[in-house]
């Protein structure tokens, strides 16, 4: 088993964790500076799909601590490790809204990537799967999905530190 020194600076924690605070960075960007300029609500999905892609980086970092520190099994597929992730959240200081909230932003984003079709209508931008399911996103459900990614990389950040 390694130490904590050791698992901290292991460079693939510290790439994802990395990965995951730049496109956090990115999403906010977009949302809170570009966005409000542009009026364009087909930004939106870039926002989501980066939160995504932060959450999994972010969460991949905390699989990968977990695996270094406790030899924690990675199966190397989000869908599979996320479990693992959840069985977890005490050590994290994760609430039950946060983890239902990382579901719905991976749950819309996937329903996203598999839309037949998107386009913005008044202030919100509609998700429409083959199935003529919607699903609408706006600026205000960004925004708290902005804040609890940011605050779920907090405390992920905080455990790898500690």
């Known amino acids: 088993m390694a130490t904590s020194q050791e698992v901290k600076s292991h460079p693939k924690v510290e790439e994802c964790f ?25 930004m939106f999905s870039r926002v989501l799909e980066l939160l995504s892609e932060s959450l999994v980086a972010g969460v991949n970092a905390a699989l990968f601590y977990a695996h ?32 239902k909230a ?16 998107e386009f913005p209508r008044q202030d919100s931008l509609v998700i429409l799967s ?10 205000k459900r960004l925004r708290s999905f902005l804040s609890i990614t940011n605050r779920v990389l907090s405390k992920i950040r905080a455990k790898i530190e500690v």
């Open 102 to 117: 990382i579901g719905e932003i991976m749950f819309i984003a996937k329903k996203l990537k598999e839309a037949s079709m």
């Open 130 to 139: 083959e199935t003529l399911e919607t699903e609408q996103i706006d600026e």
């Open 68 to 99: 270094y520190s406790e030899s924690l099994p990675l199966l190397k597929k989000f869908d599979l490790d996320y479990p693992n992730f959840v069985k977890k959240k005490e050590e994290y200081g994760l609430s039950m809204e946060e983890i």
């Open 18 to 42: 990395k990965e995951a605070k730049n496109k956090l960075n990115s999403a906010s960007h977009l949302l809170t500076i570009t966005y409000p300029l542009v009026q364009d609500q087909k």
